[in-house]
C-alpha cells in the first residue's frame, strides 16, 4: 500500500493541498493522505478558489515519484480517470472528463483535481495530487454557477465512506501504474466530453476557437482552430475552455506521437 498509508483526518483547513506541502518539505514519506471536512482557502487552477463547505470530499496526497515538472500536465490529466472510476462505483452516476482536470455529470462539473510540485534540481522532490469532490454539499454552499453536487443528481446523500474508500483503492492502482509507465490512457477518450467536439479556448488574454482533435503523449489538448491552426494547449494555470457544441468529430484519437 502506498496511498493511504497514512490518512490524517482534520475538521476546517486552509487548504489540504498547502498542509500537505508543508509535509512533505518537512520529510513525510508518500502516502499521506490529508482530508478534511471543509476548506476555507480551497485551490483550484489558475489562481482561483475552490467552494469547499462541509458534505464535500476535500482530500490531498503526497507522493514522490521520480518525475519532471513538464510531467505534472500528464499526471493532472490522466489522474481524473481514477477519480471518475470511483465515483461511479460509489455512486452508480455516468462521469465524463473535461480537459483538463474537471470531473463531469450530465453537464455540471462535480469536482476537479489540482496536482502541484515542488522541485529538486532536476526533478520533482514530490507532488500534491487534490480532489476536492461535491458530494453531499447543500447547494446554496456552491459558489460556482455550473457546478452541482452528487446528492442534488442522485436525489439522496452519497455514502462518503464508500467514495473514499473507492477512491483511495482507485487511486493505489493508478499510481502503481504512473511508476510503472504503463496507464491505460485510452479510458479517458472513452470518457472525454472535450475531444471530438467544438470548443472555445482563452489562453493567457487570446481567445481561440476550433476542435478538439487529440490528446499529445504529454496530456496536451491539440486544437484545429477555426482559421485551419494546430494549436498544442498545455498551460494548464493559464487556460480555460468550454464546449461550443456537440459535434462530434470522425475518428476521435487519443494522442499522435
Known amino acids: 500500500m ?12 486552509t487548504s489540504t493541498n498547502e498542509l500537505a506541502k508543508s509535509l512533505g518539505r518537512e520529510g513525510e514519506e508518500e502516502g499521506l493522505v ?23 470530499l476535500y482530500l490531498s496526497i503526497l507522493l514522490r515519484p521520480r518525475m519532471r515538472s513538464a510531467d505534472l ?10 477519480v471518475a472510476q470511483a465515483i461511479e462505483e460509489a455512486c452508480g452516476i455516468d462521469v465524463q472528463l473535461k480537459w483538463p482536470n474537471d470531473l463531469m455529470v450530465q453537464g455540471k462539473k ?11 534540481g532536476a526533478y520533482l522532490d514530490f507532488i500534491v495530487l487534490g480532489i476536492g469532490l461535491n458530494v453531499n454539499s447543500m447547494p446554496e454552499g456552491i459558489r460556482e454557477p455550473e457546478a452541482t453536487s452528487l446528492k442534488a443528481l442522485l436525489g439522496r446523500e452519497a455514502d462518503m465512506d464508500a ?6 483503492l482507485r487511486l493505489r492502482s493508478f499510481y ?4 510503472e509507465g504503463d496507464l ?29 482533435l487529440y ?22 494555470n493559464e487556460t480555460s475552455i468550454r464546449t461550443t457544441n456537440s459535434e462530434e468529430l470522425d475518428g476521435i484519437t487519443l494522442r499522435k506521437d
Request: glycine share 14%; aromatic share 4%.
Open 215 to 236: 490528446l499529445a503523449p504529454d496530456g496536451a489538448l491539440v486544437i484545429r482552430s477555426d482559421e485551419g491552426l494546430v494549436l498544442r494547449l498545455s498551460w494548464v
Open 110 to 120: 462535480v469536482g476537479g483535481i489540482l496536482v502541484e510540485g515542488v522541485s529538486k
Open 163 to 168: 467514495l473514499l474508500e473507492s477512491l483511495l
Open 34 to 56: 490529508v482530508l478534511a471536512k471543509s476548506q476555507t482557502t480551497g485551490k483550484g487552477r489558475m489562481g482561483r478558489g475552490w467552494s469547499s463547505p462541509e458534505g464535500g
Open 73 to 82: 500536465l500528464k499526471m493532472t490529466v490522466f489522474s481524473c480517470v481514477p
Open 184 to 212: 491505460n490512457e485510452d479510458e479517458y477518450v472513452h470518457r472525454s466530453c472535450t475531444l471530438g467536439r467544438c470548443i472555445e479556448a482563452r489562453v493567457g488574454k487570446e481567445t481561440f476557437r476550433g476542435k478538439a
Open 2 to 13: 502506498v496511498v493511504g498509508r497514512r490518512v490524517l483526518r482534520l475538521g476546517e483547513v
Open 176 to 179: 502503481k501504474e504512473v511508476k
